[in-house]
């Protein structure tokens, strides 16, 4: 089992910045596919962020295309979600998750069920 675990939420103004972070296992962040999703109450979880195998194989959501980064300290065993120009109605739990399929692409990244590890999430509160 692949242990995951999300942190950095909080509560930040509209317009500012966050950075999450999930901690796993070195073989995660190395070789595993890995991703960020975000679930608000009474919503699906949706597709936020996924990073393969090297750091140049990303992809993002449409909705977050140009404001989000996601990316991975090998060294640190971290992957980062790097947030800016937050609104009200990204708030959300946001959770990362990793499977050991790597090298897909988009709709393969973009769906939770491709994802056989997640970590708690961590929640992320944008006021206004």
């Known amino acids: 089992q692949v242990q995951l675990q999300a942190s950095g939420g909080g509560v930040v103004q509209a317009g500012g910045f966050l950075r999450l972070s999930c901690v796993a296992e070195?073989?995660?962040?190395?070789?595993?596919?890995l991703g960020w999703f975000r679930q608000a109450p009474g919503k699906e979880r949706e597709f936020v962020a996924g990073?393969?195998?090297?750091?140049?194989?990303?992809y993002y959501a449409d909705v977050v295309k140009g404001r989000f980064t996601i990316s991975r300290d090998n060294d640190k065993n971290t992957l980062y979600l790097d947030m800016k120009s937050l609104q009200p109605d990204y708030t959300a739990v946001y959770l990362c998750?990793?499977?050991?399929?790597?090298?897909?692409?988009?709709?393969?990244?973009?769906?939770?069920?491709?994802?056989?590890?997640w970590g708690q999430g961590t929640l992320v509160t944008v006021s206004s």
């Open positions: 998750a990793a499977t050991p399929v790597f090298n897909g692409g988009y709709d393969y990244y973009s769906v939770p069920a491709s994802y056989e590890y």
């Open positions: 070195r073989r995660a962040l190395v070789s595993y596919t």
């Open positions: 990073i393969g195998w090297s750091h140049d194989n990303t």
